[in-house]
């Protein structure tokens, strides 16, 4: 009898296993392979899908993008996931089976404001379209389907661009920060703004797309877009006099916003500072400029990059340098590509005493000590100078556990109660966040793998040897297992190790007499003015 010359086998997993082939020979071994016998093991896996395109609000930078499996809106380890580039573009291979479902994106940073972007934006992924580029265009085709779900995705498309005001459907799966296309771009960034606004002051709902729900509601029932909003913002019931006040403004200020001439990096500054000047008013009375035709809101070409540097200098806390420490780091980065979260201070060839400064500032930001009155962080910035305290190595960590060392703020109950309450307004988590966006890119991965039980488990984990050790490394851990595990042991062990002998000089010199002489010459009345105007600014602020 032959022997049998191929064997195909159709599987979707390849299992290791003992192959006897053979049934009956002459040979001495029965199941004995000769070396004419051809074997072939065709092998299949389930069918994929590349979908790829830009995240752009304008574009994002460093974005998690991720296969909302489940629909919930909410990013699970389980579902595919990958992170935007520096110019918003990502990549996504989905399993053919799962076209249909929702892609979306989350976090990251404005390439153009350089301001992290707060909202949340999806697409319908689909195997006929050719690029999916998620916009605020695209969200709300997506929320239309929601609101709609027996109506077909081509009848809602061809509905939405004449409500829209588009020439063609297309344009409503385009990029809109690509050149030319800034017509879009306004209406993006009018949808998204509105949402973002309403998200920030409605505590019912989970994120800005929720916004996008309510709009292509009212749209489906309205003629355009612009009356779907109004009606949006005056049929919630959980946003309060102001709030609604500062919605209704910001919608008819970016509705009566000049956009013809504008490119697409002066219209999105535009309509970012607009955004500002509302969420930043304080009474409904404020609300009444009309934004849109002030020569220091809206942007012009030539203001472009002017604009892009004060807004990375101020995310990084570095606004109170002196204009040539400014400029000096300014000349060290490409303010294209940077935003606050990818710029390493320690990593830029600056001169040390800038660096020093840079450093302090950049540290005090993240713990939310900046907003403090000009005495009260003249005063705090003696503290560590008379303690011998280098900025140079310093991390978030190691500078707010200096502060709650005992003794380190001195005597005065006012003055450590002012410190420490600015501490309170920057949680662990907060500052978490902040040192993990600026690390390197395997670092922003494992931040998007790390749930709160995984938090939870580190914090337990952690041993004093183990703090001791993250203060030396400033790791990314640093400041949420420092934070909630130093003892009061830890900071006796740390007076220690500095010498209390030291201490004792460094307080005698230092004398809490003295330090209370210079906050009298202050005046007790202009700290107490100062801290009133920045408190009021600050919780707003927040």
């Known amino acids: 009898m032959k022997y049998l010359k191929t064997i195909k086998l159709a599987t979707i997993s390849i ?17 004995e392979i000769t070396d004419d016998t051809t074997l072939n093991i065709t092998t299949t896996t389930a069918k994929t899908v590349t979908l790829s395109g830009v995240a752009t609000d304008p574009e994002l930078q460093g974005a998690n993008v991720y296969l909302d499996l489940n629909e919930d809106g909410i990013y699970q380890e389980s579902e595919l996931n990958t ?10 291979d989905i399993p053919e089976s799962d076209i249909g479902k929702p892609i979306v994106v989350e976090g990251g940073v404005d ?39 027996d109506m077909d995705i081509e009848d809602i498309e061809s509905e939405l661009t004449i409500k829209l005001g588009l020439s063609s459907s297309d344009e409503l799966h385009e990029n809109t920060a690509k050149e030319g296309n800034e017509h879009l771009l306004d209406v993006a960034l009018h949808l998204e703004k509105v949402a ?3 998200n920030m002051d409605d505590k019912t709902i989970q994120n800005s797309s929720e916004v996008y729900n309510h709009i292509a509601k009212e749209l489906k029932n309205d003629e355009n877009l612009s009356d779907a909003i109004t009606h949006t913002i005056a049929k919630n019931s959980s946003l309060n006099e102001l709030s609604k006040a500062k919605a209704d403004d910001l919608h008819n200020e970016l509705s009566q916003l000049d956009t013809h001439s504008m ?16 969420m930043n008013a304080q009474n409904i009375e404020v609300l009444k400029e009309e934004l849109h035709k002030k020569d220091d809101i809206v942007v012009d070409d030539t203001e472009v990059q002017e604009q892009q540097e004060h807004r990375v200098l101020t995310n990084l806390g570095l606004e109170n340098l002196s204009e040539e420490q400014k400029q000096e780091i300014l000349d060290t980065i490409d303010i294209e590509s940077v935003n606050h979260h990818n710029v390493d201070i320690d990593k830029l060839e600056l001169d040390d005493s800038t660096k020093e400064d840079a450093k302090k500032d950049s540290i005090f930001h993240k713990l939310g000590l900046n907003s403090l009155d000009k005495v009260t962080l003249e005063l705090l910035n003696i503290r560590f100078e008379l303690t011998g305290f280098s900025f140079k190595n310093a991390t ?4 707010y556990n200096k502060i709650n060392e005992k003794g380190f703020l001195g005597e005065d109950i006012e003055f450590t109660k002012t410190i420490q309450d600015s501490l309170n307004l920057k949680s662990d988590k907060d500052i978490d966040s902040d040192k993990q966006s600026t690390s390197d ?44 595990s130093t003892s009061n042991k830890d900071i006796d062990s740390d007076k220690q190790s500095a ?44």
């Open 15 to 31: 299992i290791t296993s003992s192959l006897l082939i053979g049934c009956g020979s002459d040979n001495e071994n029965e199941n």
């Open 83 to 92: 992170t935007t580039d520096d110019v918003g573009n990502y990549t996504l």
């Open 111 to 149: 390439r153009v404001t350089k301001e992290d972007f707060t909202g949340q934006l999806s697409i319908l992924s689909s195997a006929t379209q050719e690029e999916h580029h998620i916009t605020p265009l695209t969200t709300l085709i997506h929320k239309y389907k929601v609101e709609n779900p």
């Open 196 to 198: 973002e606004l309403i």
């Open 263 to 278: 490119s697409k990096n002066s219209l999105a500054l535009s309509v970012e500072n607009i955004d500002d000047a509302i």
């Open 396 to 399: 978030p960590t190691s500078v």
């Open 441 to 484: 890119k395997d670092t922003d991965s494992n931040k998007q793998s790390t749930s709160d039980k995984d938090i939870d488990s580190n914090k337990q984990s952690t041993s004093d040897k183990d703090i001791d050790s993250n203060k030396k490394s400033a790791s990314d851990k640093d400041t949420d297992s420092n934070k909630q």
């Open 499 to 542: 010498s209390d002998k030291d201490t004792d000089s460094n307080k005698q010199s230092a004398s809490d007499k003295d330090i209370d002489s210079d906050k009298k010459s202050a005046s007790n009345k202009d700290i107490d003015s100062d801290k009133e105007i920045h408190s009021d600014q600050k919780i707003e602020k927040n």
